[in-house]
């Protein structure tokens, strides 16, 4: 089969490799269409895989092409959804159902052979059947939506509250989607591109504002207080999806007294706050909580069960602006060049693996 093999730094060859054969409890999967996420961007640029070379790539769906031995449920030719992670199933974290807590996990695409090919193999818990109708173009972006449940469920938020989204891109928008569908009484986005914002606008959002703009900061707490979620502004429940210093900064500032700030976005650089900045969180009595990946028992858990029903039942969309370039596999050796440009990162650029 043919795959893009990361190889170091800036170094993605398309070449010919072995094609994997499905073991007892498996199942070879002909990937349609992988993500190319966030945390993808430095194993690409800046080699920072766990080893290589590697075929990267978690965000993933595709069609069941062999199946191993002990398989059942699953036939050639079925519609699946790809769950990257991998937990060991044996650890305390595991037997509480807290398998994004995994100690001794294992992760598609990063510790193992991952999307960024023509076939991967799976353990069979590790699928979820699609619909036969279901856009598997756009099913490749369904694991970026359970990040985003995870975080709305960790975070405790329920109906009738006030929520901002910091961070437009892909897991703020359907961070925005799912507020919606969950019952938000109000929903702010705050994100630097005016197109990202004007998306989440038009898949949910009440208000929109750029941190471009001088006064942001005082509109977007204005809006809060003109919508009564608190006398001194502010929302109840703030989804920093951003993931740079200045997001999480932002996000303390529009947290409401006694608000909860849940942390979605993965940082690559150092932070540190400033003598004030701490005091917010202390005088304020935010509530900080963090969110990785996506859980529930049994496994894959809600996040993934309620993600395929709300998609598949149309509740839930993958928006085509939410991508920002479809790129044949057998182009993938360009990903360096094209990931110099910022703005293909602010969407999900898509490998159509089926050229």
């Not at 961007?41 to 080699?47: D, E, F, S, T, V």
């Not at 437009?168 to 591109?193: D, H, K, P």
């Not at 941190?211 to 003109?226: F, G, P, Q, T």
Request: aromatic share 8%.
């Amino acid at each position: 089969m043919k795959a893009a093999m990361a190889y170091g730094p800036a170094d993605i060859r398309w070449e010919e490799v072995d094609t994997p054969e499905p073991k007892a409890g498996e199942v070879r999967v002909r990937v349609s269409a992988c993500g190319v996420c966030g945390s993808d961007i430095p194993r690409i640029l800046n080699g920072t895989a766990h080893y290589y070379p590697i075929v990267l790539g978690h965000e993933f769906a595709g069609t069941v092409d062999a199946i191993g031995a002990e398989v059942e449920g699953f036939c050639p030719g079925n519609r699946v959804a790809v769950i990257p992670l991998i937990p060991c199933m044996e650890c305390a974290a595991c037997r509480k159902g807290q398998y994004s807590l995994c100690s001794k996990y294992s992760f598609v695409g990063s510790r193992r052979s991952g999307g960024y090919a023509e076939y991967a193999v799976l353990p069979a818990e590790n699928l979820l059947r699609l619909q036969e109708s279901t856009d598997l173009m756009n099913a490749a972006l369904l694991e970026p939506a359970t990040v985003a449940l995870h975080g709305i469920r960790k975070s405790g938020f329920s109906r009738n509250h006030t929520a901002c989204v910091v961070g437009g891109g892909t897991v703020g928008t359907f961070c925005t989607q799912w507020l919606r569908i969950e019952g938000a009484s109000e929903i702010t986005v705050i994100g630097r591109n005016q197109n990202r914002l004007d998306l989440n606008q038009r898949l949910g959002a009440d208000a929109v504002f750029t941190s471009l703009a001088e006064d942001y900061i005082k509109k977007a707490l204005a809006a809060a207080e003109i919508s009564g979620s608190s006398e001194d502004g502010g929302y109840e429940y703030v989804f920093e999806c951003g993931g740079t210093p200045e997001t999480v900064r932002i996000a303390l500032q529009m947290a409401a007294p006694q608000g909860t700030v849940c942390l979605l976005g993965t940082i690559n650089n150092e932070i540190t706050f400033t003598k004030a900045e701490w005091e917010q969180i202390l005088r304020k009595e935010l509530k900080l909580c963090g969110s990785w990946m996506s859980g529930g028992r049994p496994y894959p858990g809600e996040d993934w069960v309620r993600t395929v029903e709300c998609y598949e039942n149309g509740s839930l969309q993958v928006d085509p602006k939410m991508i920002s370039l479809k790129l044949p596999l057998s182009e993938a050796e360009r990903l360096p060049a094209i990931l110099q440009d910022k703005e293909y990162r602010r969407g999900r650029i898509i490998l159509d693996c089926r050229k």
